[in-house]
């Protein structure tokens, strides 16, 4: 599975933005998908992730309720909409894909949009 990362950007703190991640693979439909990120300084964390259909999805307490992950299968796309941004949200953002779910580790990488929220 191949993942690539897109939508990555500067913006004010209290804008939006969204990220997507396309799979070249033809088995995206498969895989629990998720997003991570790592701030300059810091360990990579977990942000979200979705199942396979959809249907469950978790989110770090650190972005509940502003934060929104979907996929389109048939794009085999996943995305990650960001609202009510925080300077603390400035970080490199990583897709990834997970046969049974995106933690404790995804199964693959993806290379990595950089977010960078100003005050």
């Known amino acids: 599975v191949q993942l690539q990362a897109s939508g990555g950007g500067l913006v004010q703190a209290g804008g939006s933005l969204r990220l997507s991640c396309a799979s070249s693979g033809r088995t995206f439909s498969s895989y629990a998908m998720g997003w991570f990120r790592q701030a300059p300084g810091k360990e990579r964390e977990f942000v979200s992730g979705?199942?396979?259909?959809?249907?469950?999805?978790d989110y770090a307490d650190s972005v509940k309720g502003r934060f929104t992950i979907s996929r389109d299968n048939a794009k085999n796309t996943v995305y990650l909409r960001m609202i009510s941004l925080k300077t603390e949200d400035t970080a490199v953002y990583y897709c990834?894909?997970?046969?049974?779910?995106?933690?404790?580790?995804?199964?693959?990488w993806g290379q990595g949009t950089k977010v960078t929220v100003s005050s």
């Open positions: 979705i199942s396979v259909s959809g249907g469950s999805t």
């Open positions: 990834a894909a997970g046969a049974k779910w995106v933690l404790p580790e995804p199964d693959y």
